[in-house]
């Protein structure tokens, strides 16, 4: 279906045939404009950025290319298209029809799911605002923005199901989505992670990697949601989210590609001496973004997550490709906790254990792609490897929470932890040292010490294409 960029807001729902829709969320709009100004990129937004634009949500025409200043970024509402006969695949409901209505009885629950997820949007956009003052590159900038834009049409896709089907009170939500402030003391956002200071470019690459990861496997499987637009709307934002964990592992990819280049040219562990970041700091940067990532799935037993399953409002990573009941009341999961000081396995209700099924899948994902991070070192002819840290390392969530658990999995005492944690996790010192190596890069083709250029550039351009042009002057 395509898009109409006609009306005021671009959409695919046809959004000019409900006029109070309509009016509602065009009254919406100048606070959202008004939220970007504020909180969006800050010194950019004069600059022309060279970003992609969705034309129709099938898998041709997805996008167009070209120059655009970000605050007249087409934001918009776009759903992938219905898929016909679409039954609700899991829980009481299997096999009944989808809803296109918000099924009364589970309203509170599932317009809590689509404000927790639609905070996280805004939320990223204003922990990164910062970053492109330091950026090691135009294509890095150009994808700092890219991505940035896309988050904030995410927060648009959340706030069009709360206009379109949550009445009064949705509307108040959207309100509030504008309000709350990353890391703000008292109108945080809702998820922890996203209180986190964004503070450098390996850091943002990180959370690309790992958070956004996280954000990929809570919109999956919201894809298999019963109530019917929000699949809709979450299957089209994971299209967008493949670009965002792009950016994430081929960021960090060339950080370590560009690490191995001076270790082998100097012939030593300790590159920052020459401008790059050594890899025993990117082994400590993984273990933190890691880890804070893993609390965002919540606690390995729930039955909040039991009660979405079992309702239709929220299935497994794809839910359909597996071969079970789909409802599991008589299955298991095995699960890991702390138990007198030993991590123990133990057989759980499969029911309950779904957060913990949804981390899995996540964390399967996640060791694909440390796998290809360690090629890259691999092929550098370098024997070094980095490592995922344990499931149970520095959690604030669920089973492993308050328990001091080591990267290999060892339970310790909290004064040993106190002891060995700069180890594991980036000092201050370590924090200063990668701060101090962003300096802005703007000429084109050019690349911080840091940093490896990419393999190739956006949509077929030279790595010295303008990737963001008409720079302000204090930025050259
Ligand atoms: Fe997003
Ligand atoms: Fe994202």
Redesign the pocket.
């Known amino acids: 279906m395509p898009i109409n960029y006609s009306e005021r807001i671009p959409n695919n729902v046809n959004l000019a045939d409900d006029r109070r829709l309509q009016r509602a969320l065009e009254a919406w709009q100048p606070g959202f404009l008004q939220w970007w100004g504020e909180m969006g990129p800050e010194t950019f937004q004069g600059c022309d950025v060279y970003l992609r634009t969705a034309t129709s949500t099938d898998a041709q025409g997805w996008a167009q290319f070209g120059y655009v200043k970000m605050p007249d970024y087409r934001w918009g509402i776009f759903l992938a298209e219905p898929q016909p006969d679409r039954r609700i695949s899991f829980g009481e409901h299997k096999g009944e029809a989808i809803w296109r209505e918000v099924p009364g009885e589970h309203r509170g629950v599932l317009r809590r799911l689509i404000v927790t997820q639609g905070d996280?949007?805004p939320a990223?956009v204003e922990q990164q605002r910062h970053l492109g003052r330091t950026c090691p590159s135009l294509y890095d900038l150009r994808n700092l923005f890219q991505v940035n834009v896309?988050?904030g049409r995410?927060l648009w896709a959340m706030v069009y199901l709360l206009h379109a089907y949550f009445g009064r009170d949705g509307r108040e939500e959207a309100d509030a989505l504008l309000l709350r402030r990353s890391g703000n003391a008292d109108n945080p956002r809702i998820l922890g992670a996203f209180n986190e200071k964004t503070p450098d470019w390996l850091s943002y690459f990180m959370f690309a990697h790992f958070t956004?990861r996280d954000?990929k496997y809570q919109l999956a499987s919201l894809a298999e949601s019963g109530f019917d637009p929000l699949a809709r709307t979450c299957r089209f934002?994971l299209t967008?989210?493949a670009h965002?964990l792009f950016v994430g592992e081929s960021g960090v990819g060339r950080v370590i590609s560009r690490t191995c280049q001076l270790m082998k040219e100097h012939n030593t562990d300790i590159v920052s001496v020459y401008g790059g970041i050594d890899l025993a700091i990117i082994q400590k940067y993984i273990n933190f973004h890691y880890s804070v990532s893993l609390d965002l799935f919540g606690s390995e037993l729930s039955t909040n997550a039991a009660n979405y399953y079992s309702a239709g409002l929220k299935g497994r990573f794809k839910e359909t490709d597996r071969a079970d009941d789909h409802q599991l009341k008589q299955s298991t999961y095995s699960v890991l906790s702390p138990e007198n000081g030993a991590i123990v396995q133990s057989e759980q209700p499969a029911l309950i254990a779904l957060n913990e099924t949804l981390r899995d899948s996540y964390i399967g994902d996640c060791e694909r792609a440390l796998a290809r991070w360690n090629k890259i070192i691999r092929e550098a002819g370098l024997g070094l490897e980095l490592k995922l840290p344990h499931r149970g390392f520095r959690r604030s969530i669920g089973e492993f929470a308050g328990v001091n658990v080591t990267p290999d999995g060892e339970i310790i005492a909290a004064a040993e932890w106190e002891r060995r944690k700069s180890d594991w996790i980036p000092t201050q010192a370590e924090r200063t040292f990668v701060a101090s190596l962003m300096k802005p890069v703007t000429a084109p083709g050019q690349f911080a010490s840091w940093i490896a250029p990419p393999v190739r550039g956006i949509n077929h351009q030279a790595l010295d294409f303008e990737y963001v042009a008409a720079l302000p002057a204090e930025t050259n």
Do not use: A, F, P, Q
Request: proline share 0%; no cysteine.
């Open positions: 996280t949007e990223s896309e988050e995410h956004d954000g934002m967008e989210e965002h």
